[in-house]
């Protein structure tokens, strides 16, 4: 069933997108949809077995199918077949998790087993590198996947005979984090953790992306005439932005809205507001501009050039008011009627 993911305050949202950003390698689109429920990266593989009437033992892993690495693996062999009995594939995730942690913290006689949890644990990871499974976890391949493991759980055991049972789930690597598994993180993300960590300027994009609805790619219109310079717009000026996407459905309802899109469905430029403009450190500005109630447009633009705005039209001046010589005619006029008016009030006195 799928994880219901709603965060109630902004700021809360903000540090779960900065969480997903280590796992999407900086990707704010996708860490936007991880934190919102629309990406699940993760496949969980949950899994028990049977060595002939000896050994029974289970075993969880996380695969992230982003970065295609074990994120963490955990295993546990009993002479005891209440450890098989007592825990189902079928169960969710997390109750497995806890129900595994249950077992392992048991006060039970010390394992008589020639081949430990340890080993088995070890064996595992490695084997799951070697057998080049991970194409069939990510795609919850059960049939691929079960043939593969048996094999690898048969040869720590001399070839005898094995049973094993599997069951996949998806969930986010952000889910694992809350719900505090301890698990690897992707090798970009630790070399970022050993750098100097996320800018200034990337907390206040995080920020401002995660208070809005929906974000979309677009870019400014140059108008090197009568255009503004990017330096010089401020929050609150009105700029025209043409998205890039034009498959995302959000940017096709805000576009019609505007009647900015034509027959052949081609999109035209928009209105923006800009909301905030942000200075890169490598040169240029980020824009956002607010193109509809909670929905932002984002651009980037590496160069200080003249753009676009959003001005009214005014009516063009009749060309009768411009005309100087009707003026003198209106004006001449006038005198000769109040010369006239005078006249006839003379005669009549």
């Given amino acids: 069933m799928p994880e219901n993911n709603q965060f109630d305050s902004l700021s809360e949202k903000t540090k779960n997108i900065n969480i997903a950003l280590k796992y999407t390698n900086g990707d704010m689109e996708k860490a936007r949809k991880m934190v919102n429920g629309q990406l699940n990266d993760v496949v969980v593989t949950k899994g028990r077995f049977s060595v002939g009437n000896h050994t029974f033992g289970i075993f969880l892993f996380f695969y992230n199918r982003e970065n295609q690495y074990i994120m963490n693996i955990n295993a546990l062999l009993s002479k005891s077949k209440t450890l098989h009995d007592k825990i189902s594939i079928n169960d969710n995730w997390k109750f497995f998790y806890s129900k595994f942690k249950d077992f392992v913290n048991l006060e039970s006689p010390p394992e008589t087993n020639s081949i430990t949890s340890y080993d088995f644990t070890r064996h595992l990871l490695d084997s799951l590198k070697g057998y080049e499974i991970y194409d069939y976890i990510a795609e919850a391949n059960i049939e691929l996947s079960t043939d593969a493991l048996i094999e690898m759980i048969s040869k720590l055991f001399n070839r005898e005979e094995v049973h094993c049972q599997l069951d996949f789930e998806q969930t986010s690597s952000l889910i694992l984090e809350m719900s505090e598994i301890p698990v690897e993180t992707p090798p970009s993300a630790k070399e970022h953790a050993e750098g100097t960590g996320p800018t200034a300027e990337e907390k206040i994009m995080a920020k401002i992306e995660s208070e809005a609805a929906h974000v979309i790619d677009g870019r400014v219109i140059v108008a090197p005439v009568k255009g503004k310079y990017i330096k010089d717009i401020q929050p609150g000026d009105k700029i025209k932005v043409l998205f890039t996407n034009e498959e995302d459905s959000i940017a096709v309802k805000v576009a019609s809205a505007q009647k900015a899109i034509t027959d052949e469905g081609e999109m035209l430029p928009v209105k923006a507001r800009i909301k905030a403009k942000i200075p890169l450190q490598e040169g240029g500005f980020m824009l956002y501009g607010v193109v509809a109630k909670n929905i932002l447009a984002r651009i980037v633009e590496e160069e200080n050039v003249k753009i676009e705005m959003d001005i009214p039209q005014q009516a063009p001046a009749s060309e009768n008011t411009n005309n ?19 006249i006839i009030l003379l005669i009549k006195t």
Avoid: E, K, N
């Fill in 324 to 342: 100087p010589f009707l003026l003198y005619v209106a004006f001449g006029s006038g005198i000769l009627l109040i010369i006239l008016i005078l």
